[in-house]
């Protein structure tokens, strides 16, 4: 006879997995998961859900493990979705479970209910499903952690009746799965080869590099061969250290910039990198001729569809140990260090330039940087240089409102302060994150830049010639109010004289401080994104 119930079999599993802190948004439908709530959990509440999957997103990519998240019922599962495609093509592990009405009365279309509760998040989760029997959800979900981490890691989604927590069932066996594999001998070695006997070698990382903390491996190769290294287009994580001489620059997301920027070398090896992430059409082929591609990635999916280029599916670690073993030192000089920026004017009003020299200056280096600020993406990537793998978090698929509540799980992962440079118009979508940062003392410095609108849309509209876009003015918002409001102190400042202390003040504060977040009013920004189309 059994005596533990559903929950006390999923309580256990989440110990089990290292799952104890919860990120959801609580209602009816999940009232008996509740039921005598352990103290060793902690229950961070999202105030809308998609607040609550980019926490437990920010937290998966601090804690390098799966987190678990809870959504009420199918219109919780429809406000959480543009996160978690997010974290479909980010490779954050989640576990999510949705509540969906009790078995006794879906028949009757009630309430809540959920029709078809498995198809609604696909396709971007691994894997969806409802458990056929209410014993059945322990296993569901321990083999819902085991999907989630294996890679390519991501997010699988369960849907629990609220009946079954009440249920008996048996616990899970905790188990596990070692899910590193290595590419084809023979391959690596032919790949040894064409780099051994190249000219002008390149390597392009992805997030891929972050997700598998391979980014010592990728330094090493880089430098037994002395490639140049680039970070592939709009990558959300970075895995190379920005400052390394070798480093080049970031890859550009439009097609015929790219394969310009790739055509000096003649051998291009990408890791964990899609490589052709483009935003915007143009025409031209996905390299120049005289480049060929080598393509090392755990999804047997991206090497079936990128265009062109040998794939070795692989995980990297342990295919980059066996590269670098093969290769000798070669007889070939590196290529030049990227240039220094020009110093910005620091007078006037407050440019993104200046800004972001102000926060190189002040950013330790193993300090973790979120951005979404769409609009001068560039401008930090060329004058803030990342140091650290993971260091620099964004979104790599374009979904927004992910940077701010992201921003807050990873300052909860290890209590140290994480800067997130934001934009107003991102913010707004998630801006009540600041309550859950400030509830949490979550030490996050945000600091707000204020174009007054979608400037990226206005950039990109500018960029084909349309000047007018209607939807695209955001005024009359008074963001240090709103942040206090949420109970997160903000100061505001206008004036690039006021900036040096204004940046000291918020970026000085202790890991035990909680959020604050600065509101910057800034000019002369974006321009043309990613320059004029030749098309
Ligand atoms: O292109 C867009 O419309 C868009 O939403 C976006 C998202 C992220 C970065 C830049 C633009």
Not at 338 to 350: E, K, L, N, T
Not at 365 to 372: A, G, I, K, Q, S
Not at 433 to 453: E, F, K
Request: aromatic residues 6%; hydrophobic residues 45%; proline residues 10%.
């Amino acid at each position: 006879m059994t005596t533990t119930t559903v929950r006390d079999a999923v309580m256990r599993l989440l110990r089990d997995t290292g799952m104890t802190t919860v990120f959801g948004n609580p209602g009816s439908t999940e009232l008996r998961m509740f039921r005598d709530w352990p103290d060793d959990f902690t229950y961070v509440l999202g105030l809308q859900e998609s607040v609550a999957v980019g926490m437990a997103a920010g937290h998966a990519l601090g804690t390098r493990s799966a987190a678990f998240v809870s959504l009420h019922s199918a219109g919780g599962v429809g406000h959480a979705l543009g996160a978690v495609f997010n974290a479909f093509r980010d490779r954050v592990p989640l576990v999510i479970v949705a509540g969906q009405q009790a078995r006794s009365l879906i028949q009757l279309r009630p309430f809540l209910g959920a029709d078809e509760p498995a198809v609604f998040p696909r396709p971007y989760v691994k894997s969806a499903r409802q458990p056929e029997r209410a014993e059945d959800v322990p296993a569901a979900l321990a083999e819902a952690y085991r999907i989630a981490m294996t890679h390519p890691r991501g997010p699988v989604f369960v849907s629990v009746p609220e009946d079954d927590w009440d249920r008996p069932a048996e616990p899970v066996a905790p188990r596990t799965v070692h899910s590193a594999f290595t590419a084809d001998p023979d391959a690596l070695a032919a790949l040894a080869g064409r780099l051994a006997d190249c000219a002008r070698p390149a390597l392009v990382v992805g997030p891929g590099v972050d997700d598998e903390d391979a980014l010592e491996p990728v330094r090493a190769l880089a430098e037994r061969i002395r490639a140049g290294v680039w970070i592939s287009p709009l990558s959300g994580r970075s895995g190379f250290p920005e400052s390394h001489p070798l480093f080049q620059g970031f890859l550009p997301p439009v097609a015929r910039q790219l394969a310009a920027r790739l055509a000096p070398y003649d051998v291009v090896v990408a890791l964990g990198a899609p490589v052709f992430t483009y935003h915007v059409a143009d025409e031209g082929p996905p390299l120049a001729p005289g480049t060929e591609l080598f393509h090392l990635d755990c999804d047997p999916g991206q090497a079936a569809w990128l265009p062109t280029g040998t794939s070795l599916v692989t995980t990297l670690r342990p295919a980059l140990a066996r590269l670098t073993g093969l290769l000798k030192e070669p007889d070939r000089d590196p290529p030049p260090p990227r240039p220094a920026p020009v110093p910005a004017r620091a007078r006037g009003h407050i440019t993104p330039e200046l800004f972001f020299d102000l926060l190189r200056a002040r950013l330790p280096h193993d300090r973790v940087l979120v951005e979404e600020a769409p609009s001068h993406r560039d401008t930090l990537h060329a004058r803030v240089p990342v140091q650290l793998s993971g260091g620099f978090l964004t979104t790599g698929s374009g979904a927004l409102g992910w940077g701010l509540p992201l921003a807050v799980g990873r300052a909860l992962a290890d209590r140290r302060r994480v800067v997130c440079v934001v934009g107003d118009g991102s913010a707004l979508y998630s801006v009540q994150a600041l309550w859950s940062a400030a509830r949490h003392t979550a030490p996050v410095t945000y600091v707000l830049l204020d174009n007054g609108g979608y400037a990226a849309v206005r950039a990109l509209g500018c960029r084909i010639g349309i000047t007018s876009i209607p939807g695209t003015d955001i005024t009359g918002i008074d963001f240090a109010a709103l942040a206090e409001s949420f109970g997160c102190p903000a100061a505001r400042a206008e004036h690039a004289g006021e900036l040096p202390a204004a940046l000291d003040h918020a970026l000085g504060r202790g890991d035990d401080a909680g959020p604050f977040l600065l509101h910057l009013r800034v000019t002369g920004s974006a321009g043309t994104l990613y320059g004029p189309w030749a098309g």
